[in-house]
């Protein structure tokens, strides 16, 4: 709904409203909650808000993520300050004041027209009552006018009894009005499309419009919903429920027509296996797969991107043989190095385009020195005592306990060298990259390395702290310490993945 509105001219902004007792997302095991993203100015998210950085093309703050731990800690703050003079602290107020209050900054820092909620969960939950209500009072304090609910619902289909049910969107629907919010609009989710007769049958029973029943069945690809709902005349409908003083145009969409048609591109096909230790579960590496797939859209390919684990046990080096580039993603903890470290040893040997990022970086730094008479190199993240420590903390912060606290998180300014692959990508002397870590390479070794051949080609604008480090007499050997696929855009797709993708395919097509 926001890229429509964001097409037709309008300022768009984005918050999702996660009500986790969770401070943030940065703790979070990926395989409960998938990828973790990274604003701009360091705030461990919810992967959702990548998705609207992609479909926006905006960078959000970190309070676009609010969080029931945020909340709860801003009132007890404001408690112990005194601030309530002596009042008895409750959900209702003041809980739901501060919601309030979050949502109404947000909206209030860009000068935008108009502002998304997303409340994650599912009605009924217990976690998700004070944000429900806080959004049923906003309703009545903004106008009726100026807020418009949205219910999105899945319509599940029975084998056994060949139809669909629509029960779920009965009863979640009535769970909501009770709470006083009437939605405006139902989306219905679903694996194949629904017919009219039922949309009339939940339009009756949901009492909403008929035009207010919206069909989203499965598409091929996540970038293919804003089309979907453009021929349901959602934008339309949005415009006349918010009075808005604008005219819909469909032809505004069109430029996201033509992404959506580069992305079905079938062939040729370059194939990229990602070495990583949570690949079981997928949405840990959102970025990075949507990263590819723009860069692929970009130069007219598809691709294939394999997930591979990196446990020693499970990594096959012969199913590395049908790769035409590698991509070694972040991660923390020792598990899974190894298999990280034969990878990287792998494309070496053979030639092959790989792309670290963060801890792929770490690995690729560590291989190299191995293979360059430093035997037994590695991380103190993983080996406090290994005699050659090139990738370790900085001094200031093994003083920190705190985790969280040692990360260098958010946006950072890096110094390109000319006459590198990075630079060539960037076609700029000064970047900024979004950083999620905290092990840094070690000076200490940069000599060393560099003499063996290592080419430190991105650096602070100070020279202090390495950012991207590549190989000479490689087709393509990258190594980045910063996190470049929360910056990526399926209408500007980000310049190391998209050089990553050409030299992928220029191996493919030298096979």
Not at 200 to 206: E, L, Q, R, Y
Not at 486 to 504: E, Q
Request: glycine share 8%; aromatic share 10%.
């Amino acid at each position: 709904m926001g890229n429509i509105l964001h097409s037709y001219g309008l300022k768009v902004a984005a918050i999702k409203i996660d009500p986790y007792l969770n401070w943030d997302s940065g703790t979070l095991n990926p395989y409960q909650h998938g990828e973790v993203f990274v604003t701009f100015d360091g705030m461990e998210t919810d992967l959702d808000l990548g998705h609207y950085e992609r479909f926006l093309d905006v960078e959000l703050p970190g309070s676009s993520n609010i969080t029931t731990g945020k909340v709860y800690e801003s009132v007890i703050n404001k408690e112990r300050e005194g601030k309530f003079l002596g009042a008895c602290v409750q959900v209702i107020p003041h809980i739901t004041d501060e919601i309030k209050q979050m949502i109404r900054d947000t909206s209030e820092s860009g000068n935008f027209d108009i502002v998304l909620i997303e409340l994650g969960g599912t009605v009924g939950d217990i976690e998700s009552q004070p944000f429900l209500e806080a959004l049923r009072q906003l309703r009545n304090e903004e106008g009726s006018s100026n807020v418009m609910f949205a219910h999105v619902t899945f319509i599940p289909y029975l084998n056994a009894a060949g139809e669909f049910k629509t029960k779920p969107t009965q009863h979640s629907t009535k769970e909501l009005r009770s709470t006083g919010i009437n939605p405006d609009i139902i989306v219905c989710r679903s694996q194949e499309p629904i017919d009219n007769d039922l949309k009339s049958k939940i339009a009756h029973f949901c009492d909403v419009d008929s035009e207010a029943v919206v069909n989203t069945p499965d598409a091929g690809s996540i970038y293919e919903v804003p089309l979907v709902l453009e021929e349901n005349n959602v934008g339309n409908f949005i415009i006349k429920r918010l009075q808005l003083d604008i005219t819909a145009d469909s032809s505004r969409l069109d430029p996201w027509r033509s992404i959506v048609k580069s992305l079905k591109i079938q062939d040729p096909t370059v194939k990229i296996g990602v070495i990583g230790k949570y690949v079981e579960l997928e949405d840990a590496y959102t970025s990075i797969r949507e990263s590819l797939l723009h860069a692929a859209a970009a130069i007219s390919v598809n691709v294939d991107v394999e997930f591979i684990s990196s446990d020693v046990d499970n990594l096959n080096l012969d199913s590395l043989n049908d790769l035409d580039g590698i991509l070694i993603p972040g991660g923390f903890g020792e598990r899974g190095v190894e298999g990280k470290l034969d990878a990287v040893d792998y494309a070496i040997e053979n030639d092959v385009p790989i792309f670290g990022i963060c801890l792929g970086m770490h690995s690729m730094v560590i291989q190299f020195a191995r293979r360059s008479g430093f035997s037994g190199a590695n991380s103190s993240e993983f080996d406090e005592n290994n005699k050659y420590p090139v990738i370790d903390l900085m001094e200031e912060q093994k003083k920190i306990n705190n985790m969280g606290g040692t990360m260098r998180l958010g946006s950072y300014d890096c110094k390109l060298l000319k006459n590198t692959k990075s630079f060539e990508a960037y076609g700029d002397e000064l970047i900024s990259e979004r950083h999620r870590h905290r092990f840094e390479f070690n000076n200490e070794y940069r000599d060393q390395l560099v003499e063996k051949g290592l080419i430190v080609s991105g650096t602070s604008p100070d020279d202090f702290l390495v950012e991207i480090i590549e190989l000479p007499n490689h087709p393509w050997f990258v190594g980045c310490q910063f996190h470049p696929e929360f910056k990526s855009r399926p209408n500007r797709a980000h310049p190391l993945f998209y050089s990553f993708l050409k030299a992928a395919f220029e191996f493919y097509k030298n096979k």
